[in-house]
């Protein structure tokens, strides 16, 4: 893409959703299950950089970064490449069953790059709600601990364990109880819209102490925190 076309993104050319896309969501809502919320009724064709273009042809500019996971930009060539050359050698097979050398070269690097001194092992996840479930078990089996203390507004995932720490909105539980025990709620210390109404610098910790005034005082026991 040119200095003159990158420079005129957004560039819409159609009334939105287009013809195209129009077609294609009907469709989606007829045969895909209506648990997917999509709000945006975009249809991504292709991507480049910070850039999509949809199907009729009109360019955005994506500050999500596909969902947060395209740090690199969309179709970075190095990582296409990488794609490539994996995908020509072995598509698929078990990492929970068997080795490899990209999995095992994987795990030393994140481990090598994680902060702290002490020795870190890597646990690969499908996602970021299988890899809250997994910090979930693992905080109880680690600490023989059951509560957990979750905050009000954060969004975990949708499998029962996640979102059961779910607390984003209410839609996303309903229906669904009961969840697993041993979660509790508590407002999350947001200095720019302060859960107890404090002032950021005069506060101290203020947000923290009612976790300390209520739950611990009243429903839960600290010592029987695991996370």
Do not use: W
Not at 36 to 65: C, H, Q, W
Not at 143 to 164: D, E, N, P, Y
Not at 173 to 192: E, M, Q, T
Not at 220 to 226: G, L, R, T
């Amino acid at each position: 893409m040119t200095y003159q076309e990158l420079v005129q993104i957004p560039m819409i050319k159609t009334l939105l959703p287009g013809p195209i896309a129009s077609r294609i969501i009907a469709q989606d809502e007829e045969y895909t299950s209506p648990s997917y919320t999509r709000f945006y009724p975009l249809v991504v064709k292709r991507g480049s950089g910070a850039t999509i273009e949809d199907v009729d042809g009109n360019l955005f500019l994506d500050f999500t970064s596909g969902i947060a996971v395209c740090s690199t930009g969309h179709c970075h060539p190095r990582i296409v490449e990488a794609i490539k050359r994996q995908a020509e050698l072995l598509l698929h097979m078990s990492g929970t069953d068997f080795y490899y050398a990209p999995q095992a070269d994987l795990a030393k690097k994140l481990a090598l790059l994680a902060p702290g001194t002490s020795p870190k092992k890597v646990f690969f996840a499908n996602s970021g709600t299988e890899s809250v479930e997994a910090a979930f078990k693992l905080a109880r089996y680690h600490t023989k601990r059951k509560q957990i203390i979750s905050f009000f507004g954060g969004f975990h995932g949708r499998t029962m364990g996640a979102l059961s720490l779910t607390a984003s909105k209410t839609i996303q539980r309903k229906g669904f109880d009961p969840l697993i025990p041993g979660v509790s709620h508590a407002p999350f210390g947001n200095c720019y819209r302060c859960p107890v109404n404090k002032t950021y610098g005069t506060c101290k910790t203020a947000c923290v102490e009612s976790i300390e005034k209520q739950l611990f005082r009243h429903t839960v026991s600290p010592d029987e925190v695991a996370a």
